[in-house]
């Protein structure tokens, strides 16, 4: 089960939605991240943000202006776990209000953020300890025909993804 996001301006909200156990419900809730990257994309805040967050790079320089991004949800959105035994999903413009949020919260935040200037996104789920159990979701970005991983959860520099994964899937672009 998890708390599917509802826009609302104060507290928790949001309506409960059983999704299925194990890896299927891993993909329901990847999909549902996806729903929210690409609604929020086109979301005059988030695309304001983004705007503002790489005014003082470089114009069309791609790697300055999605590092801009990437460090500003790694240095400003605290890494903070879902309510115990559901699984939650925040809406990106929360989650800037709130300033924190899980794995998927950043990377939704994270996605809207780069595709409402330009940049694809991939979500990309893995597993660390069980081949075929999904632990941890992080984003790619295409840059110049390369997909760039993005951990925005770690103190790490753009392009850096966790190691050693014995379960790992990419979204099909």
Same mark, same amino acid.
């Given at each position: 089960m998890f708390l599917a996001p509802i826009p609302d301006p104060g507290g928790l909200s949001g309506r409960l939605v059983d999704i299925p156990n194990g890896a299927a419900g891993v993909f329901t809730t990847a999909a549902a991240m996806r729903q929210l990257i690409n609604a929020y994309k086109?979301?005059?805040? /988030?695309?304001?943000? +983004? +705007?503002?967050?790489?005014?003082l790079t470089p114009e069309k320089n791609d790697l300055?202006?999605?590092?801009?991004?990437?460090?500003?949800?790694?240095?400003?959105?605290?890494?903070?776990? &879902?309510?115990?035994?559901?699984?939650?999903?925040?809406?990106p413009d929360r989650t800037l %209000?709130?300033?924190?949020? &899980?794995c998927d919260d950043q990377v939704v935040l994270l996605g809207s953020l780069l595709e409402s200037i330009g940049y694809p996104t991939? /979500?990309?789920?893995?597993g660390y300890g069980d081949p075929g159990i999904f632990e941890h979701v992080y984003l790619q970005t295409l840059i110049q025909n390369q997909w760039v &991983?993005? &951990?925005?959860?770690? %103190? /790490?520099?753009?392009?850096f993804a966790p190691p050693d994964p014995v379960a790992y899937w990419t979204e099909p672009v």
């Amino acid at each position: 089960m998890f708390l599917a996001p509802i826009p609302d301006p104060g507290g928790l909200s949001g309506r409960l939605v059983d999704i299925p156990n194990g890896a299927a419900g891993v993909f329901t809730t990847a999909a549902a991240m996806r729903q929210l990257i690409n609604a929020y994309k086109t979301d005059i805040e /988030i695309r304001t943000t +983004a +705007a503002n967050l790489v005014f003082l790079t470089p114009e069309k320089n791609d790697l300055a202006e999605v590092e801009a991004l990437f460090n500003f949800v790694r240095d400003n959105i605290r890494y903070l776990k &879902d309510v115990h035994a559901v699984e939650t999903l925040t809406t990106p413009d929360r989650t800037l %209000q709130l300033g924190y949020g &899980d794995c998927d919260d950043q990377v939704v935040l994270l996605g809207s953020l780069l595709e409402s200037i330009g940049y694809p996104t991939k /979500i990309v789920l893995t597993g660390y300890g069980d081949p075929g159990i999904f632990e941890h979701v992080y984003l790619q970005t295409l840059i110049q025909n390369q997909w760039v &991983d993005m &951990d925005p959860t770690e %103190q /790490i520099p753009l392009g850096f993804a966790p190691p050693d994964p014995v379960a790992y899937w990419t979204e099909p672009v």
